[in-house]
C-alpha cells in the first residue's frame, strides 16, 4: 500500500494547482489523472486558446457568480485575477485582455497554460499518476483508501478535483459526484451549462451561419397562449435569465456568446417544458425610436419592399423572417405599411419569440451545473463540513459562472485554498 500526505484526484485546472501547492508547503503529495496525461480540458477551451480568467478584481468574479459567488470570497483573497495573470507570467505565459475581459495567452495556445502548470506541478516535488484511473474511495477513521486500476493508495488528506459532467471525452464523467455522495455528500443535480440550445422551428434552420454581434435575450418559463410581453406589460412577465450579446444562428439552434449564458436557465427547467427565448435584435433602440425609424425610411422609400427597410440594421434572410412573424407578406411595398403593420414588426424586432427544445448536452457543455452542495463546504479552507480531512475543489463544487474566465478563475482559485489547507 502506497502511502501519502495529500491525494489529488483529478488533474484538470484545480487538481494541478491544489497538488502543486500542497507539496510547495512541504506534504508528500500524489496527483491521479485518469486520462494518459493532464489537463485534457485545459487543452480544448477557449477554442484551444484558454480563456484563463477575465480582467476583473476578486469582487467583480464573486459578483459574476451571482449569490453563490460569495463562497469564493477567501479562495480569491489567496488567489485573484492578478495573482493568477502573475503567477502564468512568472512561468513564462504572458497573457492579454481582449473586448469584454477575457484574459488569453499572448500565444493563443492552450498548450503553453498546461505546460506551465504542468511546471510548476514538477518543481513542487509532487508526484503524478497520469492513466491510473480511481475505482473505489472509502474513509477509513481520519484517512483515506483509494483503489486504482493498480494500486491500493492511503492518504491522511484528500482532495476531490475530478471535475464535472461537461465534455465527457475529456475525461470528465462525473466520477466525482458518486464518491462524494457515498462519502456523505448531497450533490445538487448535474446539469448542462455554457452549451448551444436547440430549437426545431423551420424557420430557424434557414438562418444558419447568420451572426449578430449585439442581442439581448431573456428566457420565460413554457406556457400556452402568446409569448410573454417585456416587464410591465402584462402579469406573465416572468424571466429566468436575461443578458446581451453576439447571437448565432445554427442548423440545429442556436449559439454564440449569449445564448451559452442563459442556456443554464434552459437546462433548469424540468423535463417536457419548452422554455421561450424573447429576443431583441436592436436593443439600442427603443421602440418607439424604432417605430420613428421605420416611418421615416417607409416616407423616403415607399417603393421598396418592406423588407429593405431594416437593412441598414439587419441581415436580410432575418428581415424576411421577422416580417413574415409579424404576419406582412414578403411583397408588401414600404408606403404600404399600416401604423398597425409598422408596430407589429416593431414587436417582432424587438420581442422576438424562439420556442426552445432543450440542449445539446454535456457532451457540448463548456461548464457543469449543480455538483456537491456548497453549505456543506467550508469556504475557508474547502474542507468538507461532513467528513474531516476531504477536500473539494473546482467544478465538481455546485458553482458555475458565466462565459469569460471565470469558471477556469474559480477552479484555479479553489484548487490553490485546497493546497494551501490540506
Known amino acids: 500500500m502506497d502511502d501519502w500526505d495529500v491525494v ?21 503529495t500524489l496527483l491521479v489523472e485518469k486520462n494518459r496525461k493532464p489537463g485534457a480540458k485545459i487543452l480544448i477551451s477557449g477554442g484551444t486558446r484558454c ?64 505546460a506551465a502548470l504542468v511546471r510548476r506541478l514538477q518543481r513542487s516535488g509532487a508526484a503524478l499518476a497520469a492513466a491510473e484511473p480511481v475505482v473505489e474511495i472509502h474513509s477509513h477513521g481520519p484517512a483515506f483508501r483509494l483503489t486504482t486500476a493498480i494500486r491500493t493508495l492511503q492518504t491522511a488528506k484528500l482532495v476531490l478535483a475530478t471535475g464535472g459532467q461537461s465534455y465527457p471525452g475529456c475525461g470528465t464523467t462525473g466520477d466525482g459526484y458518486a464518491w462524494a455522495a457515498a462519502l456523505g455528500h448531497t450533490i445538487v443535480p448535474p446539469r448542462a451549462a455554457l452549451v448551444p440550445l436547440t430549437a426545431d422551428a423551420p424557420w430557424v434552420k434557414t438562418l444558419q451561419g447568420i451572426t ?33 450579446g453576439s447571437l448565432l444562428f445554427t442548423h440545429f439552434g442556436l449559439s454564440g456568446p449569449v445564448v451559452l449564458d442563459v442556456s443554464r436557465a434552459v437546462s433548469a427547467e424540468p423535463r417536457g417544458h419548452r422554455p421561450m427565448l424573447v429576443c431583441d435584435f436592436l436593443p439600442d433602440l427603443s421602440e ?9 425610411a417607409a416616407l423616403k422609400s415607399g417603393r421598396r419592399q418592406a423588407a429593405h427597410l431594416l437593412d441598414a440594421w439587419l441581415p436580410h434572410r432575418l428581415a424576411e423572417t421577422l416580417l413574415a412573424e409579424a ?27 424562439i420556442r426552445i427544445t432543450g440542449t445539446l448536452g454535456f457532451e457540448k457543455a463548456e461548464v457543469t451545473a449543480g455538483g456537491v452542495a456548497l453549505d456543506e463546504v467550508d469556504s475557508r479552507t474547502t474542507e468538507s463540513k461532513r467528513v474531516p480531512n476531504l477536500f473539494l475543489a473546482g467544478e465538481l463544487l455546485d458553482l458555475d459562472g458565466p462565459i469569460g474566465g471565470y469558471n477556469f478563475q474559480a477552479a484555479f482559485s479553489t484548487g490553490h485554498l485546497a493546497g494551501e489547507s490540506v
Do not use: Y
Open 8 to 28: 489529488v484526484v483529478g488533474a484538470g485546472p484545480a487538481g494541478l494547482m491544489a497538488a502543486a501547492r500542497a507539496a510547495q508547503r512541504g506534504r508528500r
Open 212 to 244: 449578430l454581434a449585439d442581442v439581448s435575450v431573456r428566457v420565460v418559463p413554457s406556457g400556452d397562449g402568446p409569448p410573454p410581453l417585456p416587464p410591465g406589460r402584462t402579469k406573465r412577465t416572468e424571466c429566468l435569465a436575461e443578458r446581451r
Open 327 to 353: 404576419g406582412l407578406p414578403p411583397d408588401r411595398r414600404a408606403a404600404e405599411l399600416s401604423r398597425q403593420d409598422r408596430l407589429g414588426l416593431v414587436r417582432s424586432i424587438k420581442h422576438f419569440p
Open 51 to 114: 480563456n484563463l480568467t477575465h480582467a476583473t478584481d476578486a469582487n467583480g468574479i464573486v459578483a459574476a457568480f451571482g449569490p453563490p459567488g460569495r463562497f469564493l470570497h477567501s479562495a480569491l483573497s489567496r488567489l485573484g485575477p492578478r495573482e493568477l495573470v502573475d503567477l502564468f507570467g512568472s512561468e513564462g505565459v504572458p497573457t492579454k485582455v481582449e473586448p469584454g475581459g477575457k484574459v488569453f495567452p499572448k500565444s493563443d495556445k492552450a498548450a503553453d497554460v498546461l
Open 288 to 296: 418607439a425610436r424604432l417605430d420613428a425609424l421605420l416611418s421615416q
